[in-house]
C-alpha cells in the first residue's frame, strides 16, 4: 500500500504507487444535513510493454509468397497502449504500424526485419528476423563458343553466369557424366588430350528451388604433328671412331626414318645400327669404323597419322682438330626456386669432354644435389638459391689430344621481374595468308598470354600462351584489329606493345593480252594489262623466260615501259617474235600473278614488186577509163601515177588536174551545159547564147571549157580518167610503188583517144 496524504486542503496524495493502488477513487463529503459523493476518478500505472510472441531468428519464403510477421506483448503490459513501428534493414516500413506486418515479398525483400514498441514506459524491440526470398536458378550467360577445334595440349575456358537465391551450386558434365572437382562457374581446361573431346555441359541448381541445365557445347581435340623435343645433334669425329645421333619426339609415332643428304640410311650396312622404340618416340643412329666418306648432313623424320615431321639437321665431320669455344656461357640473374644453365658452345675432333667448376679449378662439380649436366656442354642448377651465387666456368678437352681449354666465368645471381627485349611489329600480309607475331623477353619461367583489342576490348586468345602469334588465313575484315601480349613470371608481368594488323587484297588481272598479235619488222609494238590490287602494283614483263628491261635489246627493239602496265617495244627486230608475259605483284604478296602468254609474230620487210600491170586502153573523145596495178611489200606501199606526153618523159599527175584550152564558139545556138566536140576535143558551154558568126575566135554566144577533172586516183593503184581528151592520145602512163625498202615502176600502159 502507498503512502496516503491528507491535505489541508481536502486533498488526497498518493506516494510510492504500488500495483495494488490501482483502481477507482472516490471522495464523500458529508454534514449535519447529510452527504455527497464525487465522480469516479481512475489511477492507472503506465507499464512498459514486454513481448511475450517474438520473430523467429531467420525463415527462407519463395518469392512471390505473401508473409506475415506479428508479436504480442505479455499480459498486463504495455499501459498505456504502446505504438508499433516494423522497420527493414535498420529502415522504417512505412505504414507498418500495427503488431503485425503483412506483405507479398519479393527477391529485392530479403533482409532483416524487427518491430520497436514504445510506450510512456518505454521501447522493446523484438528479435530481428533474417528473411531470404528465394527464387531460380535462372541461366543468364551460356558457355560459349557452340563448337570448337582444338589442338593437343592447348586449353580452353567456358563459362556460366546464373543467378538464384540462395546462391546456385554448379557440377560440370562431359557427355553427361559429372566432372569430379569442376563445381564453379568457370570450367577451365588445359593440356588437351584427345580424350577431352566431347559435349561438356553445366547443372545449375538452387536449393529448393530447382536445377537447370546448360546448352551442351562441343569440344574436338585433334592430334599435333609430332615434334621433335631432342634433335640430333651435329658432331666432328675423329677418322675410325663411331658417333651416335639421337632423337625424340613428343608423341608415340608409326615409324623413323634416318637420311643422310635426303637418302634413306642403308640399314643393312654393318656399321650402321638403328634403334627405335615408336611407342615411346624415341630413336638413334650410330655409325662405327668412321671415314671421310660417312661425312654429310644427317636428318631423321617421324610419321603419325596427322603427317610427316623431319627434325633439324646434324652435320657429321670426320677430323681431329683442337678444342674451341664458340659461345661462352653467360652471366645470368634467377628468381629463388628456378633452375639456371650455363651453356658454352665448343667444337674439336673428336667431340671435347666437359668438366663444371665453381669459383676455381680446384673445386669440380659433380651430378648431385641440384647440380646436373656438369660434364656436358649445359650446366643446370634446380631450386637456385643464394647459396649457389658463384662464377662458374668449364673445361673443355679434346678426348684424343687431351688438349684443353677454359671458359670465361658465368656470374650467377638473383633474377628481376620479366623485360621484353624485341617487341611484336604490326603486320601486313595478303588476304588468307598466315600473319605472325613474335615477341622475345628475357626472364625464367616466363608466361606468355596474347590478347586481341578491338575498339578498346579485351579479349584473351585462348591458347595462344606462346612467345608467337599466328592468325591464320587472315580476310580484310580482320584489317584494323589489334594485339598485345603480356608476359609473366612470380616476379611480375609486363605489356608488350600493341600492334595492329593490315590485310590486303591480292593481284587479280582485269583485262588480260591477246593470245596471239602481228606486227612489221622495224615498227611498234604496244601491249597494254589491267589489274587491281592493293597499291604498289610491280610489273614485270617477260619474253620467254628473259625479263625485260628499259632500252635498247639486241635482237629485239627499243624497249620502254618495262615495269609499267603498257609494254612499248619500238624498231622491232625481225627476230623480235616469241611469247610475252607481263608478272604482276604488290609488296605484300608471296605469288606474283601472271598474265595470258601473247605470241608475236613478225613480218620481214620488203621492197614493192607489181603483181599485175596496167594495160593499155582505147577510148573515143570523151570517154571514160581506167589503169590498174595490184602491188605487194611490207610496209605497204604508197603509189603515184605518171605520165609520158612523148616529149618531156614521165612527170608526176596531179589529182584533178586539167588541160589549158581556148574557148571556142560556131554559129549554133547551145543552152548551158550542153557538151559539143570540136576539133577531137570535148567542151561543155558554160553560158548559152545565140552565136552571130562561125569564127569560133570572136563569137561570144558561147564560152566553152573542159567538162570534168582529166584524173582521178593519181596516188591510189587505180588510175582513172573521166573524160578522155583527143590529146591525150597515144600517151603513156605508169604507177610507181615506194615504201621503207625502195621504189619499182609498173610497166607503162598506152592510151589511144578516138
Known amino acids: 500500500m502507498s503512502d496516503i496524504i491528507l491535505s489541508r486542503a481536502n486533498q488526497l496524495k498518493l506516494n510510492n504507487i504500488q500495483v495494488s493502488d490501482l483502481g477507482d477513487y472516490v471522495v464523500t463529503i458529508k454534514n449535519a444535513t447529510g452527504e455527497?459523493?464525487?465522480?469516479?476518478?481512475?489511477?492507472?500505472?503506465?507499464?512498459?510493454?514486454?513481448?511475450d510472441t517474438d520473430l523467429p531468428a531467420s525463415q527462407s519464403i519463395s518469392e512471390n509468397a505473401t508473409v506475415t510477421l506479428g508479436i504480442t506483448l505479455s499480459s498486463g503490459t504495455g499501459l498505456p497502449s504502446p505504438t508499433y513501428q516494423w522497420k527493414k534493414d535498420g529502415l522504417e516500413i512505412p505504414g507498418a504500424t500495427s503488431s503485425t506486418y503483412s506483405t507479398l515479398f519479393v527477391r529485392g525483400d530479403s533482409g532483416n526485419y524487427l518491430c520497436v514498441v514504445t510506450n510512456k514506459a518505454g521501447t522493446v524491440s523484438s528479435t530481428t528476423n533474417t528473411i531470404l526470398v528465394t527464387y531460380g536458378p535462372e541461366i543468364t550467360s551460356q558457355p560459349t563458343p557452340a563448337t570448337q577445334t582444338v589442338s593437343e595440349g592447348g586449353a580452353v575456358v567456358y563459362e556460366v553466369v546464373a543467378s538464384g537465391a540462395p546462391a546456385p551450386t554448379y557440377q560440370w558434365k562431359k557427355d553427361g557424366v559429372s566432372i569430379g572437382g569442376e563445381t564453379s562457374s568457370v570450367l577451365v581446361l588445359s593440356s588437351l588430350t584427345t580424350s577431352d573431346s566431347g559435349s561438356y555441359t553445366c547443372e545449375v541448381t538452387v536449393s529448393g528451388e530447382g536445377t537447370l541445365s546448360t546448352t551442351?557445347?562441343?569440344?574436338?581435340?585433334?592430334?599435333?604433328?609430332?615434334?621433335?623435343?631432342?634433335?640430333?645433334?651435329?658432331?666432328?669425329?675423329?677418322?675410325?671412331?663411331?658417333?651416335?645421333?639421337?632423337?625424340?619426339?613428343?608423341?608415340?609415332?608409326?615409324?623413323?626414318?634416318?637420311?643422310?643428304?635426303?637418302?634413306?640410311?642403308?640399314?643393312?650396312?654393318?656399321?650402321?645400327?638403328?634403334?627405335?622404340?615408336?611407342?615411346?618416340?624415341?630413336?638413334?643412329?650410330?655409325?662405327?669404323?668412321?671415314?671421310?666418306?660417312?661425312?654429310?648432313?644427317?636428318?631423321?623424320?617421324?610419321?603419325?597419322?596427322?603427317?610427316?615431321?623431319?627434325?633439324?639437321?646434324?652435320?657429321?665431320?670426320?677430323?681431329?682438330?683442337?678444342?674451341?669455344i664458340s659461345a661462352q656461357p653467360s652471366s645470368q640473374v634467377a628468381i629463388s626456386g628456378a633452375t639456371v644453365q650455363f651453356i658454352v658452345t665448343a667444337d674439336s675432333a673428336p667431340a671435347p669432354t666437359y668438366q663444371w667448376y665453381k669459383d676455381t679449378i680446384g673445386n669440380p662439380l659433380a651430378d648431385a644435389g641440384d647440380f646436373s649436366g656438369v660434364t656436358t656442354n649445359t650446366l643446370s642448377i634446380a631450386n637456385a638459391e643464394a647459396a649457389d651465387e658463384a662464377s662458374y666456368f668449364?673445361?673443355?678437352?679434346?678426348?684424343?689430344?687431351?688438349?684443353?681449354?677454359?671458359?670465361?666465368?658465368?656470374?650467377?645471381?638473383?633474377?628481376?621481374?620479366?623485360?621484353?627485349?624485341?617487341?611484336?611489329?604490326?603486320?601486313?600480309?595478303?588476304?588468307?595468308?598466315?600473319?605472325?607475331?613474335?615477341?622475345?623477353?628475357?626472364?625464367?619461367?616466363?608466361?606468355?598470354?596474347?590478347?586481341?583489342?578491338?575498339?578498346?576490348?579485351?579479349?584473351?586468345?585462348?591458347?595462344?600462351?606462346?612467345?608467337?602469334?599466328?592468325?591464320?588465313?587472315?580476310?580484310?575484315?580482320?584489317?584494323?584489329?589489334?594485339?598485345?601480349?603480356?608476359?609473366?613470371?612470380?616476379?611480375?608481368s609486363v605489356n608488350s606493345d600493341t600492334v595492329g594488323l593490315t590485310v590486303s587484297s591480292p593481284v587479280q588481272i582485269t583485262s588480260n593480252l591477246p593470245s596471239a598479235k602481228t606486227e612489221t619488222e622495224a615498227e611498234t609494238l604496244t601491249l597494254t594489262i589491267s589489274a587491281t590490287g592493293t597499291s604498289p602494283l610491280a610489273y614485270v614483263w617477260k619474253r620467254g623466260t628473259t625479263t625485260l628491261t628499259d632500252g635498247v635489246s639486241a635482237g629485239v627493239g627499243t624497249i620502254s615501259g618495262a615495269t609499267t602496265s603498257t609494254l612499248s617495244i619500238t624498231n622491232l627486230a625481225s627476230a623480235?617474235?616469241?611469247?610475252?608475259?607481263?608478272?604482276?605483284?604488290?609488296?605484300?604478296?608471296?605469288?606474283?600473278?601472271?598474265?595470258?602468254?601473247?605470241?608475236?609474230?613478225?613480218?620481214?620487210?620488203?621492197?614493192?614488186?607489181?603483181?599485175?600491170?596496167?594495160?593499155?586502153?582505147?577510148?573515143?573523145?570523151?570517154?571514160?577509163?581506167?589503169?590498174?596495178?595490184?602491188?605487194?611489200?611490207?610496209?605497204?606501199?604508197?603509189?603515184?601515177?605518171?605520165?609520158?606526153?612523148?616529149?618531156?618523159?614521165?612527170?608526176?599527175?596531179?589529182?584533178?588536174?586539167?588541160?589549158?584550152?581556148?574557148?571556142?564558139?560556131?554559129?549554133?545556138?547551145?543552152?548551158?551545159?550542153?557538151?559539143?566536140?570540136?576539133?577531137?576535143?570535148?567542151?561543155?558551154?558554160?553560158?548559152?547564147?545565140?552565136?552571130?558568126?562561125?569564127?569560133?575566135?570572136?563569137?561570144?554566144?558561147?564560152?566553152?571549157?573542159?567538162?570534168?577533172?582529166?584524173?582521178?586516183?593519181?596516188?591510189?593503184?587505180?588510175?582513172?580518167?573521166?573524160?578522155?581528151?583527143?590529146?591525150?592520145?597515144?600517151?603513156?602512163?605508169?604507177?610507181?610503188?615506194?615504201?621503207?625498202?625502195?621504189?619499182?615502176?609498173s610497166n607503162a600502159a598506152t592510151l589511144t583517144v578516138t
Request: aromatic share 8%; glycine share 8%; charged share 10%.
Open 576 to 745: 623480235a617474235g616469241g611469247s610475252f608475259t607481263c608478272e604482276i605483284d604488290n609488296s605484300h604478296s608471296s605469288v606474283a600473278v601472271v598474265s595470258n602468254a601473247c605470241v608475236l609474230t613478225i613480218d620481214a620487210l620488203a621492197a614493192p614488186s607489181f603483181s599485175s600491170q596496167p594495160s593499155s586502153a582505147s577510148v573515143a573523145a570523151g570517154g571514160s577509163t581506167s589503169f590498174t596495178v595490184t602491188t605487194t611489200g611490207n610496209p605497204s606501199p604508197t603509189h603515184q601515177w605518171q605520165y609520158d606526153d612523148g616529149v618531156s618523159g614521165f612527170q608526176n599527175l596531179v589529182e584533178g588536174g586539167t588541160e589549158g584550152y581556148n574557148a571556142y564558139a560556131n554559129a549554133t545556138a547551145y543552152v548551158a551545159n550542153d557538151v559539143v566536140s570540136f576539133g577531137g576535143q570535148v567542151y561543155k558551154c558554160l553560158t548559152g547564147g545565140t552565136s552571130n558568126t562561125t569564127d569560133p575566135n570572136t563569137d561570144t554566144g558561147c564560152v566553152w571549157e573542159e567538162p570534168l577533172p582529166a584524173y582521178v586516183g593519181v596516188t591510189s593503184a587505180s588510175l582513172s580518167l573521166p573524160c578522155a581528151s583527143s590529146t591525150l592520145t597515144t600517151f603513156d602512163y605508169r604507177c610507181v610503188a615506194t615504201n621503207s625498202q625502195g621504189s619499182s615502176n
Open 36 to 51: 455527497i459523493t464525487s465522480k469516479k476518478i481512475q489511477v492507472a500505472a503506465a507499464v512498459a510493454p514486454t513481448i
Open 394 to 492: 668449364v673445361r673443355v678437352t679434346n678426348p684424343s689430344t687431351t688438349e684443353f681449354i677454359d671458359s670465361e666465368y658465368a656470374v650467377l645471381g638473383i633474377e628481376v621481374a620479366p623485360v621484353i627485349t624485341v617487341q611484336p611489329t604490326s603486320q601486313q600480309v595478303d588476304e588468307f595468308d598466315n600473319a605472325t607475331y613474335s615477341i622475345t623477353a628475357t626472364g625464367t619461367n616466363l608466361q606468355y598470354q596474347w590478347y586481341q583489342d578491338p575498339a578498346g576490348a579485351n579479349t584473351l586468345l585462348v591458347g595462344a600462351n606462346s612467345s608467337t602469334l599466328i592468325i591464320y588465313g587472315a580476310e580484310t575484315s580482320d584489317t584494323g584489329k589489334t594485339y598485345r601480349c603480356i608476359v609473366q613470371n612470380g616476379i611480375g
Open 216 to 324: 551442351g557445347v562441343t569440344l574436338l581435340v585433334i592430334q599435333n604433328l609430332p615434334i621433335f623435343t631432342v634433335q640430333p645433334v651435329s658432331d666432328v669425329v675423329a677418322p675410325a671412331g663411331s658417333v651416335t645421333f639421337s632423337a625424340q619426339t613428343d608423341l608415340a609415332v608409326l615409324s623413323f626414318t634416318w637420311k643422310k643428304a635426303g637418302v634413306a640410311i642403308n640399314a643393312a650396312d654393318p656399321d650402321v645400327t638403328v634403334t627405335s622404340d615408336v611407342g615411346a618416340g624415341t630413336t638413334s643412329l650410330q655409325i662405327e669404323n668412321l671415314s671421310s666418306g660417312d661425312a654429310g648432313a644427317y636428318t631423321v623424320s617421324a610419321t603419325n597419322a596427322s603427317g610427316v615431321t623431319t627434325s633439324d639437321i646434324a652435320v657429321l665431320s670426320v677430323s681431329t682438330e683442337a678444342p674451341s
